[in-house]
């Protein structure tokens, strides 16, 4: 047992000396990798050292190489730029029409994509050739203007708007609409606004000076009549033709330029319009009281044009009120001068109608105050900025002293111009009635006659208003019961002269003298009874009385035929007269009549003939 151990012992033995020798054997090898690797690096970092300069050189030369390859591709491109420049002046030194439109748009592409090559090189040697191009350039822009200005001058002969207005059309030139040179292509405003501004306005002339010849008339004491100025045509003809052009600029210019392309287009016609209204505001102004209505009239016709083309266009509205302004301002001014001339007129009348009759300047007024009311939409205009009763001559001058901007309160009325123009009524009539009223109690002797001068003048003006459109816009104003308060004054005035006659039919009677006799309807009066019981003087005074009332009776009756009365007045005054003076003579004759005993002598009329001489009046 122990051999065997010992021989195991001995066997493992042997296999350790073995490892330890193999061990031994590879430390050995390990040291000469070791030293190895330590010669090897100590050669690597010979070789690095040796090899970095060389690494370094090598990248510079590259980089080097890279930009001469680009020098060398910028020269090549200069020498074909330079080959191109000399074809490219060719066909620009030639012109469009010549090479044609296309041919001619590509070259000035080309050189335009080569001057801004030439650009960003920023070279020193490039500098001649950019100056070459942009001379190349400027020129071919200045030979497209004049052909865009020689094209937009072809068939441009002005046309006669007439022509088109009565057709109710207007036309864009045929060119602006099919030329694939006006798609997507915009020359410069101004020319296209010099060619085509000047076409417009040789096309408008004569217009223009048609509106002048029309609304100057031969009578200057006529009213003006609505519609006889050429103004409603001229604003017709600047409609369709501005319209017919903002067509072609938007066939032509890009979205953003049609404004200034449409406003500079129509500057030049503009300008003439404007001058054309500046030319009637000064004949408005020497001949106010009678063309004042053709400035309401222009203010509507240019206001509704401005609107229309405005929200057709979206553009001219303020050139056109600009225009406008001083029309406005004589329209306003005419307002107050209108009223002050009715005062000025009366106050330097030296006579009135011996008559009685009415005033032609009524009816002139009245016919003014008619005629205004076709004009509404201006004269609600310039009513309302002036302020309501601010053309009041007393009231204007002081809102013009202070120059105070209107209140609130001179725009009570709302935005109802009727009820403005009512007011407005309503002061000139006022004015004219009392002038006329305050002259005739200086110029007319007998009150009487100024009752009639009143009422005639009333009675006028009552029925020119209910014969037109004043009766609407007055009927709510109050206007229907001042002239009935006018009314009643003048007929007061004039019955005045009827107390004298009525004033002999009274009589004293006493009570104390016995019964008193029955009277009126109650009774039957015994006239013979009545005169007896009378004393001589009582008789005397009877007999006087009817003398009287005789005398002034048919003196008044006389004067009343003799007096011009309008018809209505004379049936008025009449119905009034015989409800005064018949009820007294009735019941005077009843009682008296018997005074000289059916004779005549004294009792001139009995009920009958006097109710007929009373009718006879109407």
Not at 285 to 312: G, H, P, Q, W
């Amino acid at each position: 047992m122990v051999q065997a151990r010992n021989a195991a012992f001995a066997e493992e033995s042997a296999e350790v000396e073995v490892l330890f020798a193999e061990a031994a054997k590879f430390d050995g090898i390990s040291k000469r990798i070791k030293a190895s690797l330590g010669r090897l690096e100590s050669g690597g970092q010979v070789v690095e050292d040796a090899m970095g300069p060389v690494y370094s050189n090598t990248q510079d030369l590259q980089t080097m190489n890279g930009n001469i390859d680009k020098i060398l591709a910028a020269i090549d491109k200069m020498l074909v730029q330079t080959e191109d420049k000399g074809r490219e002046e060719k066909i620009i030194r030639s012109g469009p029409k010549k090479v044609g439109l296309n041919e001619y748009l590509g070259s000035l592409k080309r050189v335009d994509r080569t001057l801004s090559q030439l650009t960003t090189t920023n070279l020193r040697v490039n500098q001649q050739a950019i100056g070459d191009y942009n001379e190349l350039l400027a020129e071919g822009s200045q030979q497209l203007q004049d052909m865009f200005r020689s094209m937009l001058s072809e068939k441009v002969q002005p046309v006669e708007p007439l022509h088109f207005i009565t057709k109710h059309s207007f036309v864009s030139s045929p060119s602006a609409r099919n030329d694939p040179y006006n798609k997507g292509r915009s020359p410069t405003v101004r020319i296209y606004s010099e060619a085509r501004g000047h076409y417009l306005s040789s096309s408008l002339a004569n217009l223009s000076q048609a509106s002048i010849t029309t609304s100057k008339r031969k009578n200057p004491d006529e009213i003006y009549r609505q519609g006889t100025s050429g103004v409603g045509t001229y604003a017709s003809g600047i409609e369709g033709i501005f319209l017919a052009e903002f067509q072609n600029i938007s066939a032509i210019f890009p979205r953003e330029d049609w404004g200034v392309a449409f406003e500079s287009t129509c500057r030049k016609s503009l300008a003439e319009f404007a001058k054309t209204l500046r030319e009637l505001n000064m004949y408005i102004k020497t001949n106010m009281n009678t063309e004042c209505f053709l400035a309401y009239e222009l203010i509507e016709i240019v206001t509704s044009l401005s609107f229309r083309l405005d929200s057709k266009t979206g553009e001219l509205k303020l050139p056109f009120a600009d225009a406008l302004k001083p029309i406005r301002e004589t329209a306003k001014a005419s307002l107050t001068e209108l009223i002050e001339d009715v005062r000025r007129r009366i106050q330097s009348m030296q006579t009135l109608p011996i008559d009685g009759s009415a005033m032609p300047l009524t009816s002139e007024v009245m016919t003014r105050l008619q005629a205004m009311t076709l004009y509404p939409q201006s004269l609600a205009s310039i009513m309302a900025s002036l302020g309501d009763g601010n053309w009041n001559p007393g009231r204007a001058a002081n809102a013009g002293s202070s120059m105070s901007i209107p209140t609130m309160k001179n725009f009570d009325v709302g935005a109802d111009g009727n009820q403005l123009l009512a007011h407005y009524a309503m002061d000139t009539m006022e004015t004219l009635l009392t002038s006329l009223e305050n002259k005739a109690r200086v110029v007319i002797r007998t009150k009487a006659l100024i009752g009639v001068f009143m009422a005639n003048n009333v009675a006028l003006m009552d029925r020119m208003i209910r014969s037109s459109e004043l009766s609407d816009i007055l009927a709510s104003s109050g206007a229907p019961a001042k002239i009935d308060s006018w009314r009643k004054k003048g007929t007061s005035a004039y019955l005045d002269s009827w107390r004298e006659p009525c004033s002999a039919l009274m009589d004293v009677q006493y009570t104390n003298r016995g019964a008193r006799p029955p009277s009126g309807s109650a009774g039957i009066i015994d006239s013979a009874a009545v005169i007896k019981g009378l004393g001589s003087k009582d008789k005397d005074a009877i007999k006087e009385k009817f003398k009287n009332f005789n005398a002034s009776f048919d003196d008044l009756c006389h004067k009343h035929k003799a007096m011009s009365m309008e018809r209505e007045v004379r049936s008025q005054l009449a119905r009034e007269v015989q409800a005064m003076v018949e009820p007294l003579y009735a019941r005077f004759w009843d009682r008296y009549h018997e005074i000289d005993k059916g004779k005549g002598k004294y009792v001139k009329y009995d009920k009958g003939s006097l109710a007929a001489n009373l009718a006879s009046l109407g």
